[in-house]
């Protein structure tokens, strides 16, 4: 299947398609509201998608209650450290708003509490090397996601599109074992409200374990505090004990969880949100 697409709709960036059977408003425009909100709708029904994600400035979310949505996850300071933005959802057929995981993402979420350390300082294990990507990276980047997921949410398995991200607001970061690339995960930035996504993390078979996300977390984090962003925060696969634990150890707060939102690992999977003020 063709991956979604993105486009913009007035001036939001919105992902779109069977691939995900969802709408996600990936970066909403303060002045779309509420004019979008119709043109969400009308999206849903012509290409009959089951789902629509959004995130919204708090004040605004009366528009799309009133609409329908509901609020599944949020995160405080998400706008330039101050207002809170609420993940909202619209479900158009009932099952996909059935949580039919309910025991592990409980399990998950009370073993990744459970981590959570007084001090968390992670540390490369010898031999091990850390680096920022550039696009001579592409290839092997797309190789190891090809590797490590049956499917994923974006075209990441394509260099050109690890190329075009790198273009825009996207950085990449790889850990390096003799020169090659053992395991990688970005950021993608939104300077004008101060966030970003931590995002894209992936380790080859042979050196998980090793804790190479939690250096490459820990890394990220570094970089964007100097540029000057306030928040960092991660969505997440719900079902994973080992990225929900690698969030709560690095001092991530749970902000809530996205039901059935998102295709990745050959299914549809719910995916829970973790943020951190940096």
């Known amino acids: 299947m063709m991956p979604d697409i993105v486009e913009k709709i007035g001036e939001s960036r919105v992902q779109h398609g069977h691939f995900n059977n969802r709408v996600y408003v990936m970066r909403l425009n303060p002045s779309d509201i509420p004019g979008i909100i119709p043109r969400l709708g009308a999206l849903v029904e012509k290409n009959g998608y ?8 708090e004040h ?20 330039k450290g101050s207002e809170t933005a609420l993940f909202m959802g619209k479900f158009t057929v009932p099952g996909r708003a059935l949580n039919r995981s309910t025991d592990l993402i409980a399990d998950v979420y009370a073993k990744a509490q459970a981590h959570v350390p007084a001090v968390y300082q992670p540390h490369l294990p010898r031999g091990f090397s850390l680096v ?21 949410p974006f075209p990441v398995f394509d260099p050109a599109f690890i190329r075009q991200t790198l273009k825009e607001d996207v950085r990449y970061f790889c850990v390096l074992h003799d020169g090659e690339i053992a395991a990688v995960a970005s950021c993608d930035v939104n300077d004008g409200a ?6 894209d993390f992936a380790t080859y078979l ?14 990220m984090e570094e970089y964007l505090k100097e540029k000057g962003i306030l928040i960092s925060y991660t969505i ?7 990225m929900n634990v690698t969030f709560a150890r690095a001092g991530y707060r749970y902000g809530g969880t996205l039901l059935n939102n998102t295709n990745i690992c050959g299914t549809l999977e719910s995916m829970n949100v973790w943020y951190k003020r940096l």
């Not at 605004?60 to 706008?79: L, T």
């Not at 101060?194 to 995002?199: C, G, L, P, Q, R």
């Open 50 to 57: 089951t789902k629509i994600v959004i995130r919204v400035p």
């Open 206 to 219: 042979s050196f998980r374990g090793e804790g190479l996300a939690g250096c490459l977390l820990h890394t």
């Open 194 to 199: 101060k966030n970003a996504e931590m995002t």
């Open 236 to 242: 997440a696969r719900a079902t994973s004990y080992p």
């Open 132 to 152: 920022e990507a550039s696009s001579d990276d592409a290839e092997r980047i797309a190789t190891l996601y090809r590797e490590t997921f049956e499917s994923y």
């Open 60 to 79: 605004a979310k009366e528009h799309f209650i009133s609409a329908g949505y509901v609020i599944e996850a949020e995160v405080p300071g998400f706008y």
